[in-house]
């Protein structure tokens, strides 16, 4: 089945310690998101890949760090500058394309990591 | 102003009842609008998208946008238990990198 997949699905953190979340997905996508959801906001954009060895800070990177080594493959590191890491992370791929005159983007996301600092 | 609002609710409705969900967007340069459910400690799925305005439906959801009152509106006929989710409107404003813009999420509840 082709889909998204993160693991774990729930992880603990110390204060101080950096925790990486992995994210797979074997849909043949080049982009590749990462969102933090947060009660009553949305979905905020932390880092967004296009393609391979490439990945571009979103809205809200600070105390996040990301790698793109291979197509499948976008992890991301809550390092200990991250204030308020407990959120639940959210990774997505997407198909983009055109429209007419108009380009669209279809994000399909996985099933998440809900990420608790102790 | 948030560049999507979204009422979140919570709503709670009867079976059978027509939902009506609602944003509003304060960009004009939007393009695309989603429309995405999701349950309880699980991803988000999508449900339908659309651009331009209209109507666009698919069974029992119909996605409507009004370009000029800025307005985007998610109706749910026949309503059921199993769609008791938390919907989150977003917009693609056409970037070149693809960037999604969410509302804050309307948690529905259907009741028996």
């Known amino acids: 089945d082709g889909g998204i997949t993160q693991s774990p699905k729930y992880l603990f953190r110390k204060e101080g310690q950096n925790v990486t979340l992995s994210c797979e997905q074997n849909?043949?996508?080049?982009?590749m998101y990462w969102y933090r959801q947060d009660p009553g906001q949305g979905l905020r954009l932390i880092y967004y890949s296009q393609i391979v060895n490439d990945f571009q800070k979103g809205d809200i990177a600070e105390g996040y760090s990301v790698s793109r080594e291979k197509k499948e493959s976008f992890p991301l590191t809550v390092t200990s500058a991250q204030k308020n890491p407990t959120a639940f992370y959210l990774c997505?791929?997407?198909?983009?394309?055109?429209?007419?005159?108009?380009?669209?983007?279809?994000?399909?996301f996985g099933p998440g990591t809900r990420l608790t600092v102790l | 102003q948030k560049e999507v609002e979204q009422d979140p609710g919570p709503l709670s409705v009867p079976e059978g009842a027509i939902v009506s969900l609602n944003c509003t967007y304060s960009n004009s340069a939007f393009q695309y609008f989603m429309w995405y459910r999701q349950y309880s400690r699980k991803g988000p799925e999508l449900l339908m998208y659309?651009?331009?305005?209209g109507n666009k439906e698919d069974g029992r959801f119909t996605a409507q946008v009004d370009k000029s009152s800025k307005y985007i509106s998610l109706f749910i006929r026949d309503s059921q238990p199993s769609d008791s989710a938390t919907y989150l409107c977003a917009r693609f404003g056409g970037t070149s990198y693809g960037k999604l813009t969410f509302g804050q999420g309307t948690i529905l509840t259907v009741h028996p």
């Open positions: 997505a791929s997407s198909v983009t394309g055109t429209s007419g005159e108009s380009s669209y983007n279809e994000q399909f």
């Open positions: 659309t651009y331009s305005s």
């Open positions: 849909l043949n996508h080049d982009a």
